[in-house]
């Protein structure tokens, strides 16, 4: 009997498996619904640790293009931010009624760039980009089901370019939270001198003679411009805020553009720290500033935000980032104010860029009067598009001279020599990227852009003549000098930066102070003075006030260039208090006598500690009567 159950079980399990078998040889036949489920949810099934590179086996792809992709070029899920496959499998499966009333998607510029861009995307390599990143406009574009967060990604064609989802009028006026990285820390200690109540309040009496001087020179061109205004004025915000909004009928639409400086490479970032000043950093820090300062002024106003992150040499960002706004066209146009915000290599950057998007027509300039028409039919409520620029520590005119020849520079050189050389180029006013700089800031400045400089006192790369631009003049430029509570700046050094902003704001000359005493400012390394400058809201409310809060010239004024030779600033001990000597007959006469006493006072109390400014002192004491 045991013999004879032990046969019939071993019959029923042959039975089992070659029914087993023969069902799977036997294909299953399943309609199109079933298949389209089936594709939509393959790629939730962890089936193996390929999956969690997004890969797919030989046997699972069906066509050859999909063959020819490398398991190594696919995302992983925590590089995109995305969480698990679980997670996005959930979140997919909503329908479409529960997707459109949670996100509010908007389209790139044409569905035809982003399918050939898709296509591109699939097919190259995905750049290995700083701050260990996989580039987030290539990631959307390679993941189309893949649910945007609120503050969702625009991508174009390009790589390296992040257009981020407009804020409308009803979340904008919902924000609260208007403070500042610093001010967020509690540190509101710093410095920014001159403010921007340096600047003289426009008057009844200057309105009426700025009309009288734009009637005259529009109807006699032969006229001579012998009473050019020296500096804008201050006016009331509501003036520009009408024009932009048309009377408060509509919220003004802002549009914000990051550029970001130079990053050194990976190999010196374990000696000197990751870089922090992303386009994306001053983009959220420049959203907060015109939050704070459209919230202030009781005006609804929408948002978007453009961050152009790409490494390289000047003139190649200059036309990459080119071609990338060029798809945006329609949102630069859309922007009642565009404010351009950048940060060391990324100034001049800006600056050509801007002039170059200018003269191609992709910036539609309507705030330009022709001579044909007298300002006697202008409207009061013209729409006017309003563009500022603000250059935070700048490379304008270089680093500090004879950083090339320092031991860290020629070690830096021998790893990536081009980018870093580049920079000294602006150091030479007739090399071919500062006449290209000169250029592009004459056709900004003609074409009514208002560009605020802002360099750091404490600066370890950038000189503080380079940072202000000090080899350019004219009322549309305002100069400042951001000062870092923990650099121990002594009062009488910040008071004569401040005076000598001041007297160039207004249109008078320092007779050259700041370079003379530039090189006794260079801050340590490791001192962060060249990247707190960035963290400070001060700094970004200063551009925008400039902007939307200055009167324009009745008429075109050319720039004032100014070149010096960069290799002799402080090399003559004599220079120093000669150009003192001047600064105090120019703060006489237009600050008042206040301000020499109260210079007086803080070089009695000034005790040098580093050997440069014990130097500036010693050279100054011959002056002590004077003062």
């Known amino acids: 009997m045991s013999n004879q ?10 039975t089992s498996t070659s029914t087993v078998q023969k069902a799977q040889k036997e294909p299953v036949q399943t309609t199109t619904e079933d298949q389209g489920n089936e594709e939509r949810y393959a790629e939730r099934r962890p089936s193996s640790s390929w999956s969690v590179w997004n890969a797919k086996r030989e046997t699972e792809v069906g066509s050859a293009d999909q063959t020819q992709r490398s398991w190594w070029r696919k995302p992983s899920f925590a590089s995109m931010g995305l969480g698990s496959k679980e997670q996005n499998g959930n979140e997919s499966v909503q329908s479409d009624d529960q997707k459109s009333s949670t996100i509010n998607r908007t389209t790139s510029p044409s569905s035809k760039d982003n399918n050939d861009a898709t296509d591109q995307a699939s097919n190259s390599k995905t750049p290995w980009l700083f701050w260990n990143k996989k580039d987030e406009a290539k990631e959307v574009l390679r993941n189309k089901n893949s649910i945007l967060t609120s503050n969702a990604l625009l991508p174009g064609e390009s790589y390296d370019a992040i257009l981020f989802k407009a804020k409308s009028e009803e979340q904008t006026s919902k924000e609260t939270n208007t403070l500042n990285s610093n001010e967020a820390h509690g540190h ?157 290599q990324g100034c001049p950057v800006t600056i050509i860029l801007l002039a170059k998007l200018i003269e191609a027509g992709i910036i539609d300039i309507d705030n330009i009067i022709t001579s044909e028409d007298p300002p006697i039919s202008i409207k009061s409520d013209d729409k006017k598009k309003i563009i500022s620029i603000l250059a935070m ?79 350019a003049h004219h009322p549309n430029i305002f100069k400042a000098t951001f000062v870092d509570k923990d650099s121990r700046t002594p009062a009488f050094i910040t008071r004569i930066v401040s005076i000598a902003n001041h007297l160039i704001n207004l249109g008078y000359d320092d007779h050259g102070i700041i370079k003379e005493i530039s090189g006794s400012l260079a801050g340590t390394l490791t001192g962060g003075g060249h990247s707190k400058i960035y963290n400070e809201g001060q700094v970004y409310d200063l551009g925008i006030q400039f902007a939307l809060e200055t009167t324009d010239l009745p008429f075109e004024l050319p720039v004032v260039y100014k070149s010096y030779e960069v290799d002799q600033l402080g090399s003559n001990p004599y220079h120093l208090p000669w150009c003192m000597r001047g600064l105090l007959y120019e703060t006489g006469i237009h600050l008042g006598r206040e301000e020499i006493d109260a210079l007086f006072t803080e070089f009695e109390q000034w005790e040098p500690e580093t050997k440069q400014l014990k ?10 009567s004077k003062l």
């Open 5 to 14: 159950s032990s046969l019939k079980r071993a019959a029923a399990s042959t």
């Open 188 to 344: 509101n200690l710093n410095l920014l001198v001159p403010g921007f109540q340096s600047l003289p309040k426009s008057s009844i009496i200057t309105s009426i003679y700025a009309q009288i001087t734009k009637l005259g020179i529009l109807w006699d061109t032969n006229k001579s411009k012998d009473s050019t205004p020296n500096s804008l004025y201050r006016r009331n915000p509501q003036i520009s805020l009408n024009k932009l909004s048309e009377g408060k009928t509509k919220p003004v639409k802002v549009l914000i553009v990051g550029v970001h400086g130079f990053f050194p490479t990976k190999m010196i970032r374990p000696l000197i720290g990751e870089p922090t000043g992303t386009s994306t950093k001053f983009i959220s820090e420049a959203e907060t500033a015109v939050l704070r300062w459209f919230h202030k002024h009781d005006t609804h106003v929408e948002i978007s935000k453009i961050a152009l992150e790409k490494e390289g040499k000047v003139l190649d960002r200059v036309a990459f980032f080119f071609d990338v706004l060029k798809k945006w066209i329609n949102e630069i146009n859309k922007a009642d104010f565009v404010y351009f915000v950048a940060h060391s």
């Open 393 to 471: 520590a700048g490379i304008n005119n270089g680093p500090f001279y004879g950083a090339d020849q320092t031991f860290f520079v020629k070690a830096y050189s021998a790893i990536e020599s081009d980018s870093l050389k580049e920079l000294f180029e602006f150091q030479n006013f007739y090399s071919v990227l500062s006449q290209k700089f000169i250029q592009s800031l004459r056709i900004c400045i003609a074409s009514n852009v208002k560009i605020a400089f802002v360099g750091s006192i404490n600066d370890q790369l950038v000189p503080l003549y380079s940072s202000t631009c000090q080899f």
């Open 615 to 624: 130097n500036v002192k010693y050279r100054l004491n011959g002056l002590k």
